[in-house]
């Protein structure tokens, strides 16, 4: 089965910005609750964001809102994350998924979402 595919991770500067994307063509895209998630070492994966199917709207976690934003581009089956004032503590491999459980209303609860992809690492430092 294909997975989604992360891509645009990389080595940024604190202060920095990067987005990364998630392409994933494998069902009706449009159709799903979407988020970004991520893992840094020795730690539990943790929610990031999530965007609405079709109405746009969309749900951060406090330690990146104002500073993240989620967005899609549901004719390229594609997801975004454009992350901005970026901090030490960022640094973690960041993956999609999309809601398969409860996604009546925006969920954090990663035992909800499912199709995950491999993820791409974003590491910021000096």
């Known amino acids: 089965q294909v997975q989604p595919r992360e891509s645009g991770g990389g080595l940024v500067q604190p202060g920095g910005s990067l987005t990364i994307s998630c392409a994933d063509s494998?069902?009706?895209?449009?159709?799903?609750?979407m988020a970004w998630f991520r893992q840094a070492p020795g730690k539990e994966r943790e929610f990031v964001a999530a965007i609405d199917a079709l109405d746009g709207d969309t749900d951060y976690s406090d330690s990146v809102k104002g500073r993240f934003t989620i967005s899609r581009d549901n004719g390229e089956s594609t997801l975004y994350l454009q992350m901005d004032s970026l901090r030490p503590e960022d640094t973690a491999l960041y993956l999609c998924a999309a809601c398969v459980r409860s996604c009546q209303a925006f969920t954090r609860e990663l035992t909800n979402y499912g199709y995950w992809g491999q993820g791409t690492q974003v590491t910021v430092s000096t």
């Open positions: 494998r069902r009706p895209f449009h159709n799903y609750v």
